[in-house]
Protein backbone atom coordinates (compact mmCIF):
# COMPACT_ATOMS: atom_id res chain seq x y z
CA UNK A 1 0.00 0.00 0.00
CA UNK A 2 1.35 3.61 -1.19
CA UNK A 3 1.63 5.92 1.56
CA UNK A 4 2.60 9.70 1.66
CA UNK A 5 2.19 10.64 4.95
CA UNK A 6 3.27 14.33 5.92
CA UNK A 7 4.59 15.88 9.02
CA UNK A 8 6.05 18.99 10.06
CA UNK A 9 3.40 21.35 9.83
CA UNK A 10 2.07 24.17 12.68
CA UNK A 11 1.62 28.00 13.65
CA UNK A 12 5.05 29.67 12.84
CA UNK A 13 5.13 33.95 12.52
CA UNK A 14 5.90 35.75 9.53
CA UNK A 15 9.43 35.91 8.80
CA UNK A 16 9.91 32.32 10.22
CA UNK A 17 11.25 28.23 9.12
CA UNK A 18 9.70 25.72 8.63
CA UNK A 19 10.42 22.03 7.13
CA UNK A 20 7.91 19.59 6.31
CA UNK A 21 8.87 16.17 5.80
CA UNK A 22 6.90 13.62 3.65
CA UNK A 23 7.99 9.64 4.76
CA UNK A 24 7.12 7.49 1.61
CA UNK A 25 6.44 3.85 1.37
CA UNK A 26 4.85 1.27 -0.27
CA UNK A 27 6.30 1.04 -3.73
CA UNK A 28 9.39 2.10 -6.04
CA UNK A 29 9.17 5.74 -6.60
CA UNK A 30 12.36 5.30 -9.11
CA UNK A 31 10.53 6.48 -12.28
CA UNK A 32 8.47 9.50 -10.32
CA UNK A 33 8.62 13.03 -9.33
CA UNK A 34 8.08 13.90 -5.93
CA UNK A 35 6.75 17.07 -4.42
CA UNK A 36 4.24 19.26 -2.57
CA UNK A 37 1.35 21.32 -3.69
CA UNK A 38 -0.93 23.70 -1.11
CA UNK A 39 -4.79 24.97 -0.86
CA UNK A 40 -5.63 27.67 1.25
CA UNK A 41 -9.37 28.04 2.22
CA UNK A 42 -10.78 28.65 -0.78
CA UNK A 43 -8.19 28.90 -3.34
CA UNK A 44 -7.30 25.82 -5.77
CA UNK A 45 -4.79 23.76 -5.23
CA UNK A 46 -0.93 24.76 -5.77
CA UNK A 47 2.00 23.55 -7.17
CA UNK A 48 4.95 24.19 -4.88
CA UNK A 49 7.75 22.35 -5.22
CA UNK A 50 8.79 18.90 -7.20
CA UNK A 51 12.07 17.11 -7.31
CA UNK A 52 13.28 13.80 -9.31
CA UNK A 53 13.46 10.67 -7.39
CA UNK A 54 17.53 11.21 -7.69
CA UNK A 55 17.44 14.61 -6.22
CA UNK A 56 18.71 15.86 -9.16
CA UNK A 57 16.42 18.34 -10.75
CA UNK A 58 14.32 20.50 -9.00
CA UNK A 59 11.09 23.18 -10.16
CA UNK A 60 9.37 25.97 -8.18
CA UNK A 61 7.16 28.47 -9.32
CA UNK A 62 7.85 32.43 -8.84
CA UNK A 63 5.77 32.65 -6.27
CA UNK A 64 8.01 30.23 -3.77
CA UNK A 65 11.28 30.33 -5.94
CA UNK A 66 14.51 31.70 -3.51
CA UNK A 67 12.41 31.03 -0.29
CA UNK A 68 11.38 27.60 -0.23
CA UNK A 69 13.89 23.78 -1.34
CA UNK A 70 13.04 20.77 -1.68
CA UNK A 71 15.36 18.04 -1.44
CA UNK A 72 15.34 14.18 -0.69
CA UNK A 73 16.92 12.24 2.15
CA UNK A 74 17.85 9.21 1.04
CA UNK A 75 18.39 7.32 4.20
CA UNK A 76 14.78 8.29 5.87
CA UNK A 77 13.43 7.55 2.41
CA UNK A 78 11.37 11.07 2.59
CA UNK A 79 11.03 14.32 0.66
CA UNK A 80 11.48 17.44 2.76
CA UNK A 81 10.20 20.83 1.68
CA UNK A 82 12.40 23.66 4.03
CA UNK A 83 10.44 27.05 4.30
CA UNK A 84 11.67 30.18 4.42
CA UNK A 85 10.98 34.00 4.65
CA UNK A 86 7.35 32.48 5.58
CA UNK A 87 4.43 34.71 4.54
CA UNK A 88 0.97 34.92 5.94
CA UNK A 89 -0.37 34.03 2.42
CA UNK A 90 1.92 30.91 2.52
CA UNK A 91 -0.84 29.70 5.16
CA UNK A 92 -2.70 26.49 3.51
CA UNK A 93 -2.69 22.73 4.06
CA UNK A 94 0.46 21.34 2.24
CA UNK A 95 0.10 18.01 0.41
CA UNK A 96 3.12 15.49 -0.69
CA UNK A 97 2.47 14.14 -4.07
CA UNK A 98 3.97 11.89 -6.54
CA UNK A 99 3.63 11.87 -10.36
CA UNK A 100 4.68 9.92 -13.35
CA UNK A 101 4.85 13.37 -15.26
CA UNK A 102 7.75 15.92 -15.11
CA UNK A 103 6.23 19.48 -13.61
CA UNK A 104 6.00 22.70 -15.62
CA UNK A 105 6.93 26.29 -14.56
CA UNK A 106 3.71 26.93 -12.91
CA UNK A 107 1.65 23.10 -12.43
CA UNK A 108 2.47 19.57 -12.38
CA UNK A 109 0.48 16.38 -12.93
CA UNK A 110 -1.45 14.72 -13.19
CA UNK A 111 -0.80 13.05 -9.93
CA UNK A 112 -0.66 9.71 -9.16
CA UNK A 113 -0.57 9.45 -5.38
CA UNK A 114 -1.73 12.04 -2.46
CA UNK A 115 -0.31 12.35 1.19
CA UNK A 116 -3.43 13.26 3.70
CA UNK A 117 -1.94 17.08 3.89
CA UNK A 118 -0.28 19.03 6.84
CA UNK A 119 -1.46 22.38 7.91
CA UNK A 120 0.46 25.28 7.92
CA UNK A 121 -0.74 28.58 9.43
CA UNK A 122 1.81 31.83 9.41
CA UNK A 123 0.80 34.93 11.32
CA UNK A 124 1.45 38.50 10.56
Known amino acids: QVQLVESGGGLVQAGDSLRLSCAVS????????MGWFRQAPGKQREFVAAVTWTGSNTNYPDSVKGRFTISRDYAKNTVDLTMNSLKPEDTAVYYCAASRFPPRSTNWGPVDYWGQGTQVTVSS
Open 26 to 33: GRTFSNYF
